[in-house]
């Protein structure tokens, strides 16, 4: 999503509109002290192609998504569990753009998107035991209670009690329980305890703020994907997208000791920031094969492990990149690595 296509309210405050530049408020220009008398907006999601900046409610330690148009979101909660945050840094991700895009089944006019949230606690509930005010936190994507089976064997993704409709929920997502999203001035997070990440030394995550963003989703996203295909020391590997998600599985294959890392996207820039930091990569626009192209490269048509960080809206290869073809990266994968595959998307 490009910023300047982002529709701000009339007599918004925020500096971009202040200064015309379009561009974010500094982090070091935030006031992280209290939320005393502030109001609250969100990125809310219209119509394809349109997302605005409104005036959205304050947070309180409940959920209320019962006038929800989406039926299956609706339910009514109190979260005493829970933790009211400010803002500091939220990322756009590939599954926003879906919904920006039209891709799924959201009516306009009422989702405050986002997922990935790192901020600052400035109330708790009276449950909440371990998160105090003031402590800055990095929000996982995905909502989970910590005390269900799925929740305890370690399948986060799929915790059974935070969606009425289904396994799994997650901030500002159709479809996954109705929760308010992150791309806002303040959220409220549930499940204080289990979900936020604190980090031990504000002075020091504040100066590496930027960095420490990519924890909420992009990075654990795509370190997840590389165990998932069990890459380990030695392993020939090949991530299919090298947008954030799969640039953060290919740095993680080579902290998990990969010996080769082989990239492949359509997108000259895209390829180009892989290669920076060692990766081989291999055009999708390009004629031939997948197995010619990891051939090409590697003297063998497979390779140990392959990760999908592209997702449904997946690109053909050769002639047929200019399309989409949604089981193209999933096919191409089961054709190079038999046996350890994963998908990040």
């Not at 006019?109 to 009276?126: F, S």
Request: negative net charge; contains cysteine; proline residues 5%.
């Amino acid at each position: 999503m490009n910023a300047k296509n982002t529709s701000h309210t009339s007599g918004c405050a925020c500096t971009a509109c202040n200064s015309g530049s379009l561009g974010g408020r500094p982090i070091h220009e935030r006031h992280m002290v209290s939320a005393a008398g502030a109001t609250n907006r969100g990125v809310v999601y219209m119509a394809p192609g349109d997302v605005q900046v409104k005036p959205i409610a304050f947070p309180k330690l409940e959920l209320d998504s019962t006038s929800s148009p989406v039926v299956t979101e609706r339910q009514k909660r109190k979260c005493e569990h829970g933790a009211i945050l400010k803002v500091v840094t939220t990322n756009i991700c590939g599954s926003d753009q879906h919904m920006v895009r039209g891709r799924t089944s959201l009516p306009g006019g009422y989702m405050v998107l986002g997922h990935e949230i790192t901020g600052e606690v400035i109330e708790v509930g009276k449950d909440v035991e371990f998160v105090q005010r003031g402590d800055v936190c990095s929000v996982p994507f995905n909502i989970a209670c910590g005390r269900c089976p799925a929740c305890k064997r370690g399948d986060t993704g799929v915790c059974l009690n935070v969606n009425p409709a289904r396994a799994g929920a997650a901030y500002g997502y159709v479809d996954m329980g109705g929760w308010v999203g992150g791309q806002a001035e303040y959220v409220m997070v549930p499940y204080a305890d289990f979900n936020l990440l604190k980090f031990p030394d504000r002075a020091q995550a504040m100066e590496k703020i930027t960095d420490l963003t990519l924890l909420s989703d992009i990075f654990p996203t795509g370190f997840h994907g590389a165990v998932m295909a069990k890459v380990g020391p030695g392993s020939i590997v090949y991530v299919a997208g090298a947008g954030p998600v799969g640039l953060a599985c290919a740095a993680s294959c080579q902290l998990l000791g990969a010996a080769c890392v082989i990239v492949g996207d359509a997108i000259p820039e895209r390829l180009a920031q892989a290669r920076s930091f060692g990766c081989e990569t291999l055009d999708i626009r390009t004629d031939g094969t997948i197995s010619d192209k990891i051939h090409a490269i590697t003297g063998s048509p497979t390779v140990d492990a392959a990760v999908d960080c592209v997702g449904f809206e997946a690109r053909g290869m050769g002639k047929a990149a200019s399309g989409e073809v949604p089981a193209q990266v999933l096919n191409d994968i089961h054709l190079i690595a038999h046996d350890c595959t994963s998908d990040c998307i």
